[in-house]
């Protein structure tokens, strides 16, 4: 569990860094994505706010897989602007998030303790259950945006479904990769790397 502790607040004191340096750039050149930057230190800080502020205790491996995400999606995709340079980017994202939502999903079910490795076929119908919950939450709340504000989160103007179906999809290819990868370590009694994380969640 303490090695999971540092692999977060290294992962958050370099990302501020980099954060620093990028923010740096904007504002000596034209400012574009200042907002975005901004707000990428407090996403970055919600684990230790809830921790130290409103006392709620926060599991490193949780914390661990919202940083990566953040890491990702904010820094990488926004921030650095990888969404509009690498064309693939944003597919990418999204087949990360269906991964780490079945890693969520595991977790869920550890503190909850309805896990149970030998009910593979639950545990896989549970965790592709759940991918498909947030990943339709998250289109959700893109769609809710571009309503209430004016946005184009979900590119509906150039692309009509697509994108938001795009989305789904690549999340679903990555819950996919982790059951093969989950199944693969259970059958075969290996442990690599989802079954050593599912060790630490039950820390």
């Known amino acids: 569990m303490k090695k999971i502790k ?18 740096y750039q904007i504002l000596t050149t034209n400012g574009n994505r200042l907002a975005t930057c ?3 230190f407090p996403i970055l800080l919600v684990p230790l706010f809830l921790r130290k502020v409103c006392k709620i205790p926060i599991h490193p491996v949780m914390e661990l897989l919202y940083l990566i995400f953040v890491i990702i999606a904010q820094f990488l995709g926004s921030v650095v602007n990888l969404y509009s340079k690498i064309e693939w980017f944003d597919l990418f994202a999204h087949t990360l998030s269906g991964f780490l939502t079945a890693l969520l999903a595991l977790f869920l079910m550890i503190q909850f303790k309805q896990y149970n490795e030998k009910k593979l076929l639950f545990n896989l119908t549970y965790i592709l259950g759940i991918v498909f919950l947030v990943a339709g939450l998250w289109e959700f709340f893109e769609y809710g945006s571009d309503v ?13 479904v697509h994108d938001t179906m795009d989305d789904m999809l690549v999340a ?3 819950s996919i990769l982790f ?3 989950y199944s693969y370590e259970v059958l075969k009694n290996k442990k690599y790397l989802i079954r050593t994380l599912i060790g630490y969640m039950k820390e």
């Open 6 to 23: 540092i692999i977060n607040l290294s992962l958050v004191i370099i990302t501020i860094i980099l954060g620093l340096i990028q923010l």
């Open 38 to 40: 901004l707000v990428l």
């Open 148 to 160: 209430l504000t004016g946005s184009n989160l979900q590119h509906a103007i150039e692309t009509g």
């Open 172 to 174: 679903f290819v990555g």
């Open 179 to 181: 059951t093969i990868c």
